[in-house]
């Protein structure tokens, strides 16, 4: 493959950072702006290149050493000093929104992570050989086919949940099973209860597996799921202990959830974002809350309303709700199994507040019609991609003035981020 020499001028968007090559954009990870490096290009075409970093030349005074050697496959950003993280994410999140408005929005507030490694609620590995071996793996960021082994689990999750990981990895290796029996692990750990689970994905029905009764385990299963797809889906469970999901606690409310079930990766920031949501409500008669997931932004609300409404497309998550809204005492809580943009709009209709979390893909764009038909007296738009958030927001701009904004460094070490927009009827 071809190598080149550059230098890098600034980070966008996704996080890569950009520099100029013979007339072509040339994007990279690991690499910051100022250095200068030697890359290999994985990727051509007609005005840009994708590559991947061979060696830096001239590093950067915002440098730091990388906590781990797969870094650029989980967080990429492990290589920038942490004030430089953060005012990177502030300014990318003013640009992007900037972008998709055409409105100059300054964020009222940004709030850093207090934990940069440890933090994550999930984690998802693969399955590869090193030094004849199972171990865990993760892909290298855009090859799919090549991996990296990792002989310590992931620095974004905790001791305690790297040793059960490694735990059962030990099991596994002592049952003789190989890459070729195996899909993935995932363990998801509530962090302010510290109950723990993991569920194991197999290719294969007829394994001979070993006892996973790990201590520090509140619950485990092992499932087929479809080698063919990249999706691991519990399509039979063949073996299973324990409960099938685990309880957490934020800002006062139990919140119960499933393997499959989102749930927000980082509880301590979470909690502040629920903070910052409940200083943008007020007493009134009716809240909505739109993929509303198991319940855990609207029943932080319950005390505000005479009723809130939450509406969630997966059956599970729909379960998990209505558990939560009864271990918490929420009878005011009541929630609909529906695709947002198949949801009776009706249910909009004389809204105080309406709560958004959708996925990166952003809302509907019937769902966005809706809105703007029925226009809810408060919108709470609370977004991991504030791509799809800005373009979403753009329309709410024609009748709605922005109140509040803020950005809550949920993912840090990574180019993500979760942002705020509170909108106010104009």
Partial sequence: MKEITLEFKKIVGEGKTLGRHKGKVVFAYGVLPGETARVRVTLEKRNFMETELIEVLTPSPKRIPPKEDHYISCSPWQIMDYAFQAETKKGLVEDLLYQTTKETIRLDKFYEARQLFGYRTKIEYSFTTENGKLAFAFHKRGNYRDMYALPRGCALMSDKTNALALEILERLNQAGLTPADLKTLILREAKNTGECMAALFLKRKDLALPEFKVEGLTGFMAAYSNPLSPMSTADEVISAWGNDFITEKAGGTLLSYGFDCFFQNNMELFETALQEIRAASFKCEKIIDLYSGVGAIGLALRDLADKVYAVEAVPNSVKYAQLNAAQNNAANFEILCSMMEKADAALLKGADI?????????????????????????????????????????????????????????????????TLLVFEKN
Avoid at 361 to 386: D, F, R, T, W
Avoid at 391 to 402: I, Q, S, V
């Fill in 354 to 418: 309406l709560v958004l979390d959708p996925p990166r893909a952003g809302l509907h764009q019937k769902v966005v019609k809706n809105i703007m038909e029925l226009l809810p007296g408060k919108i709470i738009y609370l977004s991991c991609n504030p791509i799809t958030q800005g373009r979403d927001a753009a329309f709410f701009l024609e009748k709605y003035n922005l109140v509040r904004s803020a950005a809550f460094d949920f993912y840090p070490n990574t180019p993500h981020v979760e």
